[in-house]
Every structure is written in structure tokens, then in C-alpha cells.
T-cell receptor, first 114, second 115 residues
């Protein structure tokens, strides 16, 4: 079956530090990949997506590149802000089967200190 | 920007009682979903709904669960006889559905507490 593995949190960084949150996946087919963010007290918001190998998704200074050879989709940001403090979820959907259900990782909590 | 809305934000129910969670998806979306997140665990898919019928469901979505689109705007999840282990955050989502790459848009969730 499909699965997503994320690095354990919490990740604690100082403002303006570089962020990497690792995400690897296993999938029977050729998935689409997503990063969602959950701010305190809110629902999941789509942060970025990539649908084929070597695609780079980007939004709000965050980037992630779809690496088929390493089955990875690591999230990066060059300079984090306190307002980036949230839980980040990596997810995939299995296009080959036509299923729309998202498979999520366990989430990584990011805490940015001023 | 249009958004998915869920009510109530918090529901407290006695074990064995029925509960209905309500969602208003984004108006031009065609696919609707329910997910749940037990405290400290992953977000898990429950069910998807398209064209007035279930299109996918997970093994979690057993006979105790049902979904309905009672009118043109609401999408509901019913749990027939709640158990302690149903305590979780329940998220509704919707997507346009014309492509499998269309992202799902989530509501803020309903926290369900079973006593």
C-alpha cells in the first residue's frame, strides 16, 4: 500500500534560519505529492503540490521538489518567520488507481522562535 | 476566497448516541471527503462522495458511519452509535474533481469528544 514518512518533530528554529522537513513516500503507482500546513486552531491548508518527477512546487517562500529516484518530497524554506510556526503534513494521492483519497504523513511541528 | 465550513467546532456526546457532523463544501466543487485525526495520530481518510454516492471508502468507514448530501449545499457524516474510540478531529474537504491533481480544500474541523 501507499505510505508517507516524515521526520519527527518538533523542529525548533530561530527566525531567519533555514528549514528542511524531510518526507519520503512509498506508492504502488505514480503519485501526486502535496504539502499541507495546519496553523493552531485551524484546518489543513494546501501549501504546495507537484504532480510529476522533477516538478518543483512553491508557495510563500516554501519549496519542494518531486524526486522520483529517491521517492522524496522534502520541504524547504530559506528564512523562516515566527508566523511559519505550524504543523506541516506531507501527503500523496495515487493517480494510477484513480483514487482521490489522500495518504498523510504523521505531521511535523515547526516552532520558530524570535 | 471560498472556503469549506464545518459545524459545530466541538461536539460532546455520550457513548452510544448518534452524532451528525455537518459541512458546507465550496459551492462549485464536485467531490466531498471526510477525514479524521485521532489525537497524536495521522490524518486518515474515511470516505469520498461524488454524484450522490460513495466513490471510495476506507476500512475505518464501517456500518456505523454514513454520509449524505441532503440538499444542494450540506454534506453530513453520521455516526450511528458512537464509541469512545470515535473521539477525534473530523475534517471535511472538497475538490473540483475534474482532475486527479486538483487539491482538496479542508475545513477547520469538528472536534468530537465521546464520554
Amino acid at each position: 500500500g501507499n505510505s508517507v514518512t516524515q521526520m519527527e518533530g518538533p523542529v525548533t528554529l530561530s527566525e531567519e534560519a533555514f528549514l528542511t522537513i524531510n518526507c519520503t513516500y512509498t506508492a504502488t503507482g505514480y503519485p501526486s505529492l502535496f504539502w499541507y500546513v495546519q496553523y493552531p486552531g485551524e484546518g489543513l491548508q494546501l501549501l504546495l503540490k507537484a504532480t510529476k518527477a522533477d516538478d518543483k512546487g512553491s508557495n510563500k517562500g516554501f519549496e519542494a521538489t518531486y524526486r522520483k529516484e529517491t521517492t522524496s518530497f522534502h520541504l524547504e524554506k530559506g528564512s523562516v518567520q515566527v508566523s511559519d510556526s505550524a504543523v506541516y503534513f506531507c501527503a500523496l494521492s495515487d493517480r494510477d488507481t484513480g483514487r482521490r483519497a489522500l495518504t498523510f504523513g504523521s505531521g511535523t511541528r515547526l516552532q520558530v522562535q524570535p | 476566497e471560498p472556503e469549506v465550513t464545518q459545524t459545530p467546532s466541538h461536539q460532546v456526546t455520550q457513548m452510544g448516541q448518534e452524532v451528525i457532523l455537518r459541512c458546507v463544501p465550496i459551492s462549485n466543487h464536485l467531490y466531498f471527503y471526510w477525514y479524521r485525526q485521532i489525537l497524536g495520530q495521522k490524518v486518515e481518510f474515511l470516505v469520498s462522495f461524488y454524484n450522490n454516492e460513495i466513490s471510495e471508502k476506507s476500512e475505518i468507514f464501517d456500518d456505523q458511519f454514513s454520509v449524505e448530501r441532503p440538499d444542494g449545499s450540506n454534506f453530513t457524516l453520521k455516526i450511528r452509535s458512537t464509541k469512545l474510540e470515535d473521539s477525534a478531529m473530523y475534517f471535511c474537504a472538497s475538490s473540483m474533481g475534474d482532475s486527479l491533481d486538483q487539491p482538496q480544500h479542508f475545513g477547520d474541523g469538528t472536534r468530537l469528544s465521546i464520554l
